[in-house]
């Protein structure tokens, strides 16, 4: 309601961005999720507003994006095969098998 209705810069935290972003970022729960613990979701929360402008529209925008990514590709089973920001998240890099080059298979169940 905030951003939609009054222009004001907040994000919105569902199960799709919750997931998606603690992954990115790499948070010490991203394994083992707790979308009834508010210390994570706010955690999330206010990292995700730290790097964004103070713009209600950017707002929107990465918010969409982040529950679309989450729908998609970053499930509960990942489909990191078809990521393309791999290179940037902290789960794909922590799981990532450097010596054969390829991706650890069932990064996370």
Same mark, same amino acid.
């Given at each position: 309601?905030? @951003?939609?209705? $009054?222009?004001?810069? %907040?994000?919105?935290?569902?199960?799709?961005? !919750?997931?998606?972003?603690?992954?990115? !970022?790499?948070? /010490?729960? %991203?394994?083992?999720?707790? $979308? %009834?613990?508010?210390?994570?979701?706010?955690?999330?929360? %206010?990292? #995700?507003?730290?790097?964004?402008?103070?713009?209600?529209?950017? $707002?929107?925008?990465?918010?969409?994006?982040?529950?679309?990514?989450? /729908?998609?590709?970053? /499930?509960?089973?990942?489909?990191?095969?078809?990521? #393309?920001?791999?290179?940037?998240?902290?789960?794909?890099?922590?799981? !990532?098998?450097?010596?054969?080059?390829? /991706?650890? @298979?069932?990064?996370?169940?």
């Amino acid at each position: 309601m905030l @951003e939609l209705g $009054f222009d004001m810069p %907040s994000m919105v935290i569902d199960i799709n961005v !919750f997931r998606t972003a603690s992954r990115i !970022f790499g948070e /010490k729960w %991203s394994d083992n999720l707790n $979308f %009834s613990d508010n210390k994570q979701i706010e955690q999330v929360k %206010s990292r #995700i507003e730290h790097c964004l402008p103070n713009d209600y529209l950017i $707002f929107q925008i990465v918010h969409t994006m982040l529950l679309l990514q989450g /729908k998609h590709i970053c /499930k509960a089973k990942t489909k990191c095969e078809k990521c #393309i920001i791999t290179e940037h998240c902290s789960c794909y890099i922590n799981n !990532f098998d450097k010596k054969d080059n390829m /991706k650890v @298979e069932n990064i996370l169940r």
